[in-house]
């Protein structure tokens, strides 16, 4: 998944990568990881739980507008959110 978001922002497309293990996030050095407390196959968060999953696409969204982030840039989805 990083290797098509770093190809996609070399061609001028913002991307934000959701990651649920750290030490995975951190070798694959995508340009905007969002680091989020749920198992594997969750990436946003419990089935039928819109508001949560609006949460974390809302955190991705402030990625791509934070200009002070620089790649590779690492956030974490507040944890007392998580599963």
Known sequence: ????AA???????STVCVHPVRFV???M??????????????PLGRPNDPA????VIEAMLAMLEDQ??????????PAENGW
């Open 7 to 13: 190809a996609l922002e070399r061609e001028g497309i």
């Open 29 to 42: 050095r995508a340009p905007r990881s969002l680091l989020v407390p749920f198992p594997l196959g969750y």
């Open 1 to 4: 998944m990083s290797l098509v």
């Open 52 to 55: 949560l999953q609006r949460d």
């Open 25 to 27: 996030a951190e070798r």
């Open 68 to 77: 002070a982030l620089t790649a590779p840039a690492l956030v974490e989805f």
